[in-house]
């Protein structure tokens, strides 16, 4: 059993559900229960399911600062880990409170906040469950402006330009992964964009952050994405416009996972 997950290697064969590959192929997301595909930002639990599965313990806490429709702490609730989540949007969040409570588990903790996520005093905010650090950082960012979440100013999606976009989520990097204990882990969850024809390599750029404040790079998942809503029944239209220009069209997004050494 190692330090950062619940995983006992003496039974190793029986983890066949566990991915240990950089390609992840999710044919359907997980709709069960309180999970809800409704929210256009949100994202397939599967995902934090097998992340916190290989560098989470059941009673440890996680962290995700952009919380949405809550997948990550009801994912979290479910496995026996504490959660906080933390929102800028304040329907979206009481949205999402409703569908955690709705799978209450006696034994772990799940905490929806409504604040900015990048000035946040974020060990107020900790104070207030009684811990002081967390085990684990989960980040599923707005992809800058492909989708626009809200008119709050303070919203990643609303920022007028990449590098404002990456000014800001820098400031979110730094005031929530401060908290994250020594040699723990913190995966974003991010995909590229398309613009003035040229991809814009999103999911890189916001890789450099980490790795430029001194965050080990641990893996970098790619994963499938189908049918987007802003693209729904559109399949036809959107070949058509790739075979008569010079492009392909996104069905990937990035998993990147990182260490913090210190």
């Excluded at 820098?170 to 590229?192: H, M, S």
Aim: net charge neutral; with cysteine; glycine share 6%.
């Amino acid at each position: 059993m190692s330090k950062y997950n619940d995983i006992d290697m003496s039974h190793w064969k029986d983890y066949s559900d566990i991915f240990t590959d950089s390609l992840w192929i999710i044919d359907k997301r997980d709709n069960s229960g309180a999970h809800s595909g409704d929210y256009h930002g949100n994202f397939v639990p599967q995902i934090p399911h097998q992340l916190f599965t290989r560098y989470t313990k059941k009673g440890d806490w996680i962290l995700d600062p952009f919380m949405g429709s809550g997948t990550s702490l009801i994912e979290a609730q479910r496995m026996g880990r504490n959660s906080i989540g933390i929102e800028l949007q304040e329907i979206v969040a009481q949205e999402a409170a409703k569908r955690i409570a709705s799978e209450r588990n006696d034994f772990c903790q799940a905490k929806p906040f409504i604040a900015n996520s990048r000035t946040v005093h974020i060990e107020e905010l900790l104070h207030t469950v009684g811990i002081e650090k967390v085990q684990f950082v989960i980040m599923h960012p707005p992809y800058w402006d492909i989708l626009k979440f809200s008119d709050n100013p303070e919203d990643l999606s609303n920022t007028a330009t990449l590098d404002d976009f990456l000014k800001s989520f820098g400031e979110v990097i730094d005031n929530t992964t401060k908290v994250l204990d020594k040699n723990r882990y913190c995966a974003v969850v991010i995909g590229d964009k398309y613009a003035n024809s040229q991809i814009v390599p999103l999911g890189f750029y916001c890789m450099n952050l980490f790795m430029e404040r001194g965050f080990i790079l641990k893996a970098i998942l790619v994963k499938n994405f189908d049918e987007t809503k802003g693209k729904a029944n559109k399949q036809g239209i959107w070949r058509y416009r790739a075979l008569a220009s010079d492009f392909y069209i996104f069905k990937h997004e990035y998993i990147f996972v990182f260490k913090k050494p210190w």
